[in-house]
């Protein structure tokens, strides 16, 4: 295995697109900014580009440090840098804040160019589908008319399926990772819970806080705490806490008495300081929305019967939010149609949040995959690019 | 089977205790009611009480309707009455309304004799402990030395295994369903979002919200959504809703999009405008607190040495807020100890819910093992109660 090592100092772009995106709501946003960073260098021919997708709470710093003094890197820095599973020796890599986010795309915090004040309430709802379509603008933007891969995780992953929908002749592989064709009832009613918190919080004002100087930080925590939840495995969250005392003894009240809940009300806490509550309303919408099987009568085989991208489809064992069997939905759909599809389902017990650990397992199986990325064998599958946009 | 109907019209009744009551936070209550209520009629020795339990948002109206109009009987009506699996034509059963409670027994919403105001944020912290020392008092009241058997689910089969605990020589039978020995770090995590969901709520003031003439409606309906989400199982949402909207169309936005949301948010509105938000603070940390196995090093068996009672465990497949692993941790221990321990694990769709609901299987369970109670070879285990205290 060769050495590897995090890609360092990394700064981020920001990319104006002034052609109005039509929205899957019957909304227009008539103008936007898409922040995001590359690593790595894109070849001459321009076939090494990776995107990458986020889930509920990433953003566009993937990887490396902003600067030497950063006390954590990109939320994905494991996974990429020189020598690492995504090799950025070998690939371009890309990542984006999504439309709706608040980590300096255009989204319910930024100013509205039509009021000069924030979009709040009256940001678009944004889908999985208006996302990829934003990220194809991107691509063009960088010149690039076909993928390599588009990879993600969670909610990450709903927009890799999506890519290879949406853009069958622009995405050559899929890596779609602890994600789901649809989110369950149950899923659903998660989400649900966090945007009552959220929304029925005084200082929520409908979306409008921004103008008050407030923000409703009391739901955001409400609703952090909740995902956290969602997020682990509750072998994991034993493992971890158990009925641990914070303080040794019981003391018959309601302060914090277990560990646990000191680490939940922690989460919450950091996450109500720094996220926006609008966009975390957002982001859970597009998860519920997110049905391509939809239109099919609920046949996903039929939803799929235009994908040309092959695919790794990655689950984990203890991941209750999107079990294996979801997974295993969108790899049965793949098969049906004859595709090209790897599956494989880790053992794990992180839960949900394996996607982000560096299991040795885990990042064997994406390190493998990536390596037929640029193969010879590989190069048979990218003649579509010649017809792409930016060729 | 016999003939089996509802045990008709009941009345609450009140029993004052004017003995003070050693909590096991080390506070002490100085008097107490407890609302109950009681069906059927007590042998002539005294032999044949059946005391019910209840769960977290349960009280003392277990069967029966207290008046014609009532829309609904009490919350175990199809469990209890005449020919009924607990059948009132052989026992005489009590349903109580906890300490803590806010259905008439003394809680924080009640006076406090010594203020004459509600007692609030003052109300002690009461524990199953509690809960059990309190019901042996109701016992004693009731002219009854040792109860033919004790049955409750989830936070109620707690108490009926605390029963056991405490007073080995007054219980000969426990009915535990759909219950645990302790909480797990998932469970207790549930709670803890719960009660910061009401704690938080700016119209909680510290508990003492009495006096405000307002109640933490937001935090308890957040609380009581995210609970209805952990008594279903996912695959029971999935029937009962599925992604099925109420609208029949998207509509991009924030209000009720899917039946499911539709359910969630009456659940909550209902409760919230029912339930005291203190008693509810209370109850999750009893389920929290509740550990027979801590003072062994978390041996459950040591714990369960000087227990007497025969069991019945039920659990439920689809439950996992109380999963069936849980209940065999109990039964595990209770056969170490060589106690008398039948175990179902009843396949069954509604998850944790379940031990409410009229299921053939389940309630020809409850019906079978009922019926060995009162039998002559229960007889043999009863010798006990001749030194009992109201013998």
């Not at 971890?240 to 989460?267: H, P, T």
């Not at 939809?294 to 799929?304: C, N, Q, R, T, V």
Request: charged share 20%; proline share 5%.
């Amino acid at each position: 295995m060769s050495e590897s090592t995090s890609i360092g100092i990394v700064a981020p772009k920001i990319a104006h697109f002034s052609e109005p995106l039509a929205l899957k709501s019957g909304e227009i946003l008539p103008q936007y900014d898409l922040v995001y960073e590359t690593y790595g260098t894109l070849n001459a021919d321009r076939s090494n580009a990776v995107m990458i997708c986020h889930a509920l709470s990433g953003h566009h710093h993937v990887a490396g440090k902003h600067s030497e003094e950063d006390k954590y890197p990109g939320w994905w820095d494991n996974l990429i840098g020189p020598g690492r599973p995504l090799d950025t020796n070998k690939f371009f890599v890309i990542g984006l804040n999504n439309l709706g986010g608040c980590h300096g795309s255009s989204g319910p915090a930024t100013l509205n160019p039509a009021t000069g004040k924030p979009w709040g309430a009256a940001f678009p709802v944004v889908t999985v589908e208006d996302w990829v379509n934003s990220q194809a603008r991107l691509a063009d933007y960088l010149g690039i008319s076909q993928l390599a891969a588009v990879i993600g995780g969670s909610l990450g992953g709903m927009q890799a399926l999506q890519w290879t929908l949406a853009y069958p002749e622009r995405v050559r592989h899929a890596l779609v990772i602890a994600s789901a064709p649809n989110l369950t009832a149950q899923n659903m009613a998660f989400n649900e819970v966090a945007r009552q918190a959220i929304i029925t919080d005084p200082e929520f004002y409908g979306g409008d806080y921004y103008a008050q100087g407030v923000v409703p930080r009391r739901g955001l925590r409400i609703a952090r705490m909740l995902g956290h939840i969602t997020y682990l495995s509750d072998d994991a969250m034993g493992a971890k806490f158990g009925r641990k005392l914070r303080d040794g003894n019981i003391k018959y009240g309601f302060d914090v008495e277990f560990e646990m809940e000191s680490y939940l009300r922690y989460q919450g806490d950091k996450f109500a300081g720094e996220f926006d509550a609008n966009t975390y309303l957002r982001m859970t919408r597009a998860l519920d929305y997110f049905d391509p099987a939809l239109p099919y009568g609920g046949d996903l085989s039929a939803a799929l019967a235009g994908v040309k991208a092959k695919f790794l489809v990655v689950s984990f064992t203890s991941d209750w939010r999107f079990s294996p069997a979801r997974s295993r939905e969108i790899v049965k759909a793949l098969l049906d149609n004859e595709l090209s599809v790897s599956y494989a389902e880790v053992t794990a017990a992180h839960g949900h949040d394996a996607f982000l650990m560096p299991d040795p397992h885990y990042h064997a199986i994406l390190r493998t995959y990536l390596g037929t990325v640029l193969s010879a064998a590989d190069d048979a599958s990218r003649s579509a690019a010649d017809t792409g946009v930016a060729s």
